[in-house]
């Protein structure tokens, strides 16, 4: 959805360079998990049936986790928690 330019949203709803934005709820189990990596600080918002990942950089590496929840260990993984109503 675009949004009105002068659109002032929340500080911590801003997609930021290292988030990891991901699909937290949707009513097709193909689209439950998938990740997408942002590299750079962008002037989109996430929200709705999305959620963000901030990881704390001396605990682990953004990209290194976004690897993780990309492989499909991690989907087969998800998979198995969504049989049926999800």
């Not at 709820?25 to 990740?35: D, E, P, Q, V």
């Amino acid at each position: 959805r675009y949004l009105r330019a002068d659109f002032e949203g929340s500080p911590e709803k801003r997609l930021r360079a290292d988030d990891i934005l991901v699909c937290s709820s949707s009513g097709s189990k193909a689209h439950l998990g998938k990740a997408a990596f942002v590299p750079t600080d962008i002037p989109y918002f996430f929200g709705g049936f999305m959620g963000v990942l901030r990881s704390k950089r001396d605990l682990i590496e953004p990209r290194f986790l976004f690897r993780i929840l990309a492989s499909p260990h991690h989907k087969a993984f998800l998979a198995g928690l969504t049989e049926g109503a999800n």
